[in-house]
């Protein structure tokens, strides 16, 4: 039962587009990567919606993924699949951040992670355009939302971790009806097994950017970000970036909004947070390029953000320096820090990809990159509850007799 999915309101998609090239694709087919080999993405009758919905309406309908109905690409609501896709709440952390500093906890939704925003909609167009079977590529959160919003549809889906995706992860795409394969390799070797079963005819391929739609969900952070904060962005924002689905859709649900009239031309300073075992977008930042190589030898407690290669490079690169921000990268130990100065001081325990980005912004105020003046929001990917966590083996014997004041 979807009771929390409006029926009544109706789609203004007229066409997807090459992000390259900006050649037209038809938008009631099935497409995975656009003819140059790039991600489809998805655009609406901006000027139809305009005249059709305001910002004053918006605000009357309750708060979840599903308020912004006319700006996602799902025709037919019987096609949503929901398990509840909140508003995620923005968490002030003084303590460890700063006084402008917010989280934005995306671990509160189905599944703990925000991937729920990207897969809720990759499934709900799949089952509109009839797709049977579905294979995908996963550091662990991306599969973990696809088995739940497939399965719980009738949706096939067959996904390939690394080996040494954490535990947690591949038993729970298992538990939640996936088949799951552990790989002796990474992402992007996972990757290439998807795209070799896809054109043999096995299934339907996945992979982040890969198909237009989890784009649109993701896309949701931003519109949300808008709402939540008065119809004005923060100053800066720091994202965990892997595939960089997050920052794309949110520069594009910026764009929009501008479209609608919603918010005015002002941008915040984007910032890539990459760990510094796998940083392909901050090497290329870096070196001036527009497409990322990939990195050999990916290693990182952020499991999420493990992404040597990323077929949406260039659009993560453009949209970096055309906000004035940066891709930044931090070592595993100012991470483990960051996540354990937030759990202590704010009891917010974040993912180690959040971990990152508190981590990144930490080094952004010494180096002059931000000042405390300014409204920062950090994003939490993931719920911490997933990650393996330091031991805490005190034990006590309750027949001995017991020191309280040394407890
Ligand atoms: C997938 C993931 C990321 C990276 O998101 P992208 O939008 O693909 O760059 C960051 N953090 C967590 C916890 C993730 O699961």
Redesign the pocket.
């Given at each position: 039962m979807n009771h929390n999915v409006v029926t009544d309101r109706p789609t203004f998609v007229t066409h997807l587009e090459c992000s390259i090239s900006g050649e037209r694709y038809d938008a009631d087919r099935l497409h995975g990567l656009s003819r140059a080999g790039r991600p489809l993405l998805v655009r609406y009758d901006l000027a139809a919606v305009r005249a059709r919905l305001s910002r004053d309406e918006v605000e009357t309908r309750q708060t979840d993924m599903w308020r912004w109905r006319e700006l996602l690409p799902v025709r037919g609501t019987e096609n949503i699949v929901s398990l509840g896709e909140i508003e995620t709440p923005l968490i002030p952390i003084p303590a460890s951040g700063g006084p402008r500093v917010l989280v934005k906890d995306?671990g509160r939704l189905p599944t703990g992670?925000?991937?729920a925003r990207?897969l809720v909609m990759a499934v709900a167009m799949a089952r509109e355009l009839g797709v049977k079977r579905i294979a995908m590529p996963t550091?662990?959160?991306?599969g973990a939302a696809l088995a739940a919003y497939a399965s719980r549809c009738g949706i096939e889906t067959i996904v390939f971790c690394p080996e040494d995706t954490p535990e947690v992860n591949v038993r729970e795409i298992a538990m939640q009806g996936a088949r799951v394969w552990r790989v002796n390799g990474l992402i992007d070797d996972c990757g290439a097994i998807v795209g070799k079963g896809a054109a043999e005819g096995h299934w339907f391929d996945f992979s982040?950017l890969k198909e237009p739609y989890r784009i649109e969900g993701?896309k949701t952070m931003g519109l949300e970000l808008a709402a939540q904060l008065g119809w004005r962005l923060p100053d800066a924002i720091f994202?965990?970036?892997?595939?960089?689905?997050?920052?794309?859709?949110m520069w594009k649900a910026f764009d929009e909004l501008e479209q609608l009239g919603w918010i005015g031309p002002e941008r915040p300073r984007m910032y890539a947070v990459q760990a510094s075992g796998c940083a392909p977008i901050v090497r290329a930042f870096e070196a001036g390029e527009e497409h990322a190589e990939r990195w050999e030898d990916a290693h990182t407690v952020?499991?999420?953000?493990r992404?040597p290669r990323?077929v949406g490079d260039f659009l993560i690169l453009r949209a970096v320096r055309e906000s004035g921000g940066k891709a930044l990268a931090v070592g595993d130990p100012a991470i483990m820090q960051a996540v354990e100065d937030c759990a202590r001081r704010e009891g917010l325990l974040l993912?180690?990809?959040?971990g990152a980005t508190l981590a990144a912004y930490r080094e952004a105020l010494k180096t002059g990159e931000v000042d405390e003046t300014e409204q920062v929001v950090l994003?939490n990917?993931?719920t911490g509850l997933k990650y393996p966590m330091p031991p805490a083996p005190d034990t006590l014997d309750r027949h001995a007799e017991i020191d309280f004041a040394a407890l």
């Open positions: 995306e992670s925000f991937k990207g550091n662990g959160n991306a982040t993701k994202y965990p970036t892997g595939g960089g689905t997050g920052l794309i859709g952020a499991a999420g953000i992404v990323a993912c180690p990809e959040g994003f990917c993931a």
